[in-house]
């Protein structure tokens, strides 16, 4: 329509418009950027979190920025390993054997401690565990002895900061503590360098590696969660698949509800009594515990749980209002003289009524989305949703349930409650502008 | 002189009445402007117009739509509309200065009680919820402080005089056919007893049949109560059951004030001559003409006479807005009649 | 030797039943109930009748829109009244509609192209020939130039245009019969002659049938040669315009005449003759003439116990009236 352009230029006159578009065109655009940076299968995979993924993550880790906000320098994670920061000596012995030495050295500047400490060892030799010793030297020169006799095995971790007799050689202090602390005062690591060595007898053919993980307590943009998994991989693409969700649902559920009231209050008779009926016992049935019930015995798939929403939403009160809408539209003289020279109904309903009504579709949609991303949250935080995809609710609901809170990991359940808030605000900025703009226009239609 | 209903309409000090002018108009306006303010600009819906109307005597405001007709009518009411951009003129009535009234001595003296209205279609903004005998008797409870007993009496006279039968009180308005409700909303005008009553289009929505009734009813009314009636509308055959003299108006201004028996025979302004000559005849033979073209808008009216442009007896002088001229007893906005 | 006639409509009865809570059989209101004419082809008919007496559902009937409950309706001398769906089809692309207001009759979000594209586009009319059809019609009805008015959209016409534009739709697929319910009573005074005018032009330039349904026979008896007056879903006369207006014989007619006025300064001073009480309602209509309880000229023991037949006191003129027997 002509006249369509000539509001478009309207729309800068509404400031609360404009920002919610900027908002709604941030999410698109990390929406839009994500599967680019980081496919679907990727994403799921990573998600997924098998084992050996997110191995040097740590565990519920803050995010980094949090730095900015304390005096401190909190820790990174720290890797070293023997191929690139490690030193090796080897030297034969005899006996198709050779002592080994690795040394794993490495700098600690952070104003606290690490949140754990682990070992892998790697060992290309099958056979009897071979006798390795492992010790630590602080950055003051101090020697400590992590283990004398540690048999080796192909792939080993070693737990340093669960180790119990480390733990009382160190005079109770946990060992990813005790390690760091500085002899003068317990609460500060000791910052300078650091060296983890590791000696053994092994066979000469026999190949040993090692990586020391030193596990920071800020990980990442948006954190850490209890297995490890960066949080970004979730936040970004719980963007899209919020976007795709709520738009398709509301897109869905406005579209079909205007062609079926519009078709019912045509048709009448039969047809219009049984949609009514229809509407008015599904106002009843309460939504969520359908859909509960339907993720328990059924599938959890995001998909079908949409399919679901989008049929359970089709006859609610919205079909009510459109109805007595065409009620009123169906009266008009110009459909008579339709029905005069010869127009069937289904040209009457597309053609004729449904247009009648159409600007009001575009704000009714737009404030539609953040009920139904909402939903989505809300059936992921009640344990119902769907199993691989990365959501904000999937978020949300392992936070409750690992009781952030209660541990102070603030970060793990903000992050994904400000987006979803941002998202239903920047939609309802858009939809009560766009509200304001067509509906006292509707008259001229 | 009120020039913005955004401003306080100031109170003269003293709120005497001016002397009632024994013998003079009933109703007297002078100048009278409406202007509204629309999206794109001022639309000008009443453009100086002045007129006199004699006790007991009725006028018709005859004219098509968008002329101003219906506007003016607010303008004596003081209906005024939000939009409103100017006010001005003078209004007495019975040389009574309305202008200077404030706004509640307007309503409890002149609104109903003296100038009454009958508007276009209102037999159908009847309360539904309401007995009739309650809605025609709300006028009196609102401001006259008489009890719902005097009030109540008072709407069984007016039904009386209107025609309704008394059982008809106690009647809801859907109960009423169109003739009865449209009776029962004239008794509502005539409950507080007004000198002048308006009528805008009080017959267009009713049967040929059951408008003669009216008709009847309103002129036996007049002849009982000795009312005058300005009677608004676009019909100009309806109009002359009761006018005694006629005002047209074209694009917002007074072109023609005539008795009825010249101007239903023959106008002088050229626009009246082509209406009447546009009016269907039953009874004599005479196949109505139409005016080509459209009224201008009253946005940006054009300079000049404002019929000009479709008006087969223009010259030259009419590119210059005319006065109003006396021509007889008639008065007439053309520069044909300069000569008077 | 008669004229075929283009339209032949014999005791045709539209009745609605009433229906009490939705199922219980309440009554019928008999909105047509025994009406028969006919119109020959190239002349125009007027139907002239206040709200109640059935006009407007006759009107309906006949173009299709409601169903006949009895009688007959030969169009072109084929039955229509069965309703058969390719009766309908066929009847519906034969005749066009003319409505009372203007503005509701036109969709308010199409463009005047689209508007009168829609009649040819339902009517499976080969799109080559729509731009051509559309002018044509366009200028028939003086919404010139063309291109001028084929974007805008209704609510940017006067009232007279989109009345114009209406009657261009009604054009548009070539019809034999023009149906018009109170085309003008919407429009002002001014703009009334040239509507009727144009129509009567196009009357006669293609030799179409039109029925006029109104109840202002001042203005429209210019334009018709007959006119049927309808009471209480009756037709109560038949005659020429010009019989009815100088010799209406049905004392029903003659109270609608007298009722008329002319604008004739001296109808200030009198009172109208009208007769009292008010149309009878459709379900239960009085026995005998249904417009007895009103008449002046009543035959005491006839008129309230038999319905009159229809008499021919002269040729071609009609009456359903015991006065005449």
Known sequence: MAEFSARLKELGRYPALVAGLVIIAIFVGVSIYTPIVLPYSEAIRLWRGAAGVWEDNPQNAAPVWLELFTRDRLPRTIVVNTADDGTKTEQPIGDGMKRVEITLPFQYPYDGFPKELKLFIEVSYEGVGVPAALSWRTADGRTIVLQENRLLKRSDIYYISQDEDLRTQLSGMAPHLGLFASPEDSEKPLKGDYRLVLTAEIPAAAQLDMKLTVYGQIHGLAGTDERRRDLMVALLWGAPIALIFGVIAAVGTTVLTYVLAATGTWLGGKVDRTFQWVTQVNLIIPLLPVLIMFGYLYSRSIWVMLGLVVALNIFGSTMLTYRAMFLQAKEAPYIEAAQAYGAGNSRIIFRYLMPRMAPTLLPEFVLMIPTFVFLEATLAVLGLGDPVIPTWGKVLEAAFRQGALLKGYYYWFLEPAILLMLVGVGFSLIGYSLDRIFNPRLRTV | MIESMNTQIKLATDNRESPTIPGGPLLKVEEACLYFRASNGVVKAVDRVSFEMARGRSLAILGESGCGKTSLAKAILRLLPRNVDTYTGQMFLNGMDLMKLSEERFRKEVRWTKIAMVSQAAMNSLNPVLKVGDQVAEPLLLDHRMSKKEALERARQVFRIVGVPEAFLERYAFELSGGMRQRAIIAMALIANPVIVILDEPTSALDVLTQANIMNALKRIKKELGLSYIFITHDIATSSELADEVVCMYAGQLVEHSKAERFYRQPLHPYAQKLMASVPTLRVEKKPEFITGQPPSLLNPPPGCRFAERCPRRFDRCQEEPPVFVHGDAKVKCWLYERD | ?325
Not at chain 3, 52 to 57: A, F, I, L, R, Y
Not at chain 3, 103 to 115: D, E, K, N, Q, S
Not at chain 3, 126 to 155: A, C, G, Q, T, W
């Open chain 3, 1 to 325: 030797m008669e004229d075929k006639a283009l339209l032949s409509v014999r005791e045709l009865r539209t009745w609605f039943e009433l229906k009490r809570w939705g199922f219980l059989h309440a009554g019928f209101v008999r909105a047509v109930d025994g009406v028969s004419f006919q119109l020959k082809p190239g002349e125009a008919i007027t139907i002239v009748g206040e709200s109640g007496s059935g006009k407007t559902t006759l009107l309906r009937t006949i173009i299709g829109l409601a169903r006949p409950t009895g009688g007959e309706i030969l169009f072109d001398g084929r039955r229509i009244d069965g309703r058969k769906p390719e009766d309908v089809a066929w009847l519906r692309s034969h005749v066009g509609f003319v409505q009372q207001d203007p503005y509701g009759a036109l969709a308010p979000f199409m463009t005047v192209r689209r508007i009168l594209q829609e009649p040819l586009a339902i009517n499976k009319v080969e799109p080559s020939e729509y731009e051509d059809r559309i002018r044509v019609v366009l200028e028939e009805v003086r919404l010139i130039p063309v291109e001028d008015f084929l974007n805008k959209f209704p609510h940017m016409l006067s009232g007279g245009q989109q009345q114009r534009l209406v009657i261009a739709r009604a054009m548009i697929l070539r019809p034999r019969l023009i149906v018009a319910d109170e085309p003008v009573s919407m429009l002002d005074a001014s703009v009334r002659v040239e509507i009727l005018e144009l129509m009567r032009r196009i009357q006669q330039a293609h030799n179409l049938g039109v029925i006029y349904i109104t109840h202002d026979l001042s203005s429209v008896r210019y334009f018709s040669e007959r006119v049927c007056i309808m009471y209480a879903a009756r037709m109560v006369e038949k005659t020429d315009v010009r019989e009815v207006v100088q010799k209406p014989l049905h004392p029903y007619t003659q109270a609608l005449l007298n009722a008329i006025p002319d604008p004739d300064p001296d109808n200030a001073a009198r009172f109208k003759d009208t007769p009292a009480g008010e149309p009878p309602n459709l379900i239960n209509p009085p026995k005998g003439c249904r417009f007895h309880p009103r008449c002046a000229r009543i035959i005491r023991g006839l008129c309230d116990q038999e319905e009159p037949p229809e008499f021919e006191p002269t040729p071609g003129h009609f009456v359903e009236c015991w006065l005449y027997k």
